[in-house]
């Protein structure tokens, strides 16, 4: 619709300055047989005024009304092509690229020597079965985990709230793992959740990238110790069992 209506306004436009034009050029013919009998304009009038035939102010406004139009339409489809073509980089802050690619979130890369430690308060099992359960929603549409370089990737399918679900979790999820790197992206019609780690923990992120297959293994409810020993298997401490590292 919004299309609809804007070539509309330019069609009106077009139209509206070509009647214009017309206008202009019919008083100019008129004129200028009036100017000789006037006496006014001397030899230049004259000279034009024995150009002009009956109909040939009509004639005028046309030509210029054709070609206003034809400017006015090229002009439109240059800033059609211009609006078409214009992109940025994602690392220039808009979010956006040629690609096809969108930042949703991001976290900051954890710092040298941060702490493996996760904060959860495992004791308020009703925000902890929360955050598994949002886990278990959003994985119904996970298409595959992919391992790359220095970290991990899930990539899901995009559904209508799913953006939404994942920036939740991730916001979550970085308040206590900061050790962790998030970012979070649209990819043409897939969202895809990123998740890195300096090198000392990255027994801890290969262990994280098995959630989904953690979750399947074990029914709700009984989740949560089965996923803190096998996490703290390979290194990652609770700030509930141990006082946080200095």
């Known amino acids: ?16 300055l070509s009647a214009a034009a017309a206008i202009g050029a019919c008083a100019v013919c008129c004129a200028v047989p009036f100017l000789v ?4 304009g001397g030899g230049i009038a004259a000279a034009v005024a024995g150009c002009i035939r009956p109909g040939a102010e009509l004639a005028l406004a ?6 206003i139009a034809g400017v006015m339409a090229y002009r439109a489809r240059t800033r059609s092509a211009m609006a ?5 980089d994602v690392s220039d802050g808009c979010g956006c690229s040629a ?7 991001s976290t900051p890369a954890p ?19 929360g955050q598994l359960d949002g886990y278990r929603a959003v994985f119904e549409h996970l298409l595959r985990t992919e391992r ?5 990737r899930w990539v899901f399918a995009r559904q209508p709230g799913l953006e939404l679900e994942l920036r939740t979790l991730a916001e979550k999820e970085h308040r206590c793992c900061s050790f962790f790197k998030y970012d979070l992206r649209r990819v043409g019609d897939t969202i895809t959740w990123e998740t890195r780690a300096n090198p000392d923990a990255e027994s801890v992120l ?7 297959e953690r979750l399947a293994a074990n029914p709700r409810g009984n989740e949560t110790q089965s996923i803190k020993e096998s996490i703290s298997n390979v290194g990652l401490k609770f700030a509930a069992d141990a006082p946080v590292p200095k």
Do not use: W, Y
């Not at 009998?37 to 006014?40: E, P, V």
């Not at 046309?62 to 070609?67: D, R």
């Not at 078409?84 to 940025?88: F, M, N, Q, V």
């Not at 710092?111 to 079965?129: F, H, K, N, Y």
């Open 1 to 16: 619709m919004a299309m609809s209506n804007a070539n509309s306004s330019g069609g009106g436009k077009i139209f509206g």
């Open 37 to 40: 009998t006037a006496g006014i």
């Open 62 to 67: 046309g030509v210029v009304g054709v070609a």
């Open 84 to 88: 078409s073509a214009t992109h940025c």
């Open 99 to 105: 690609a096809g690619k969108s930042d949703i979130f």
């Open 111 to 129: 710092r040298p020597g941060e702490p493996i430690v996760c904060t959860a308060d495992l004791s308020d099992q009703i925000t902890v079965q």
């Open 148 to 152: 790359f370089d220095g970290g991990v």
């Open 206 to 212: 290969v262990e994280f990238a098995r959630l989904p």
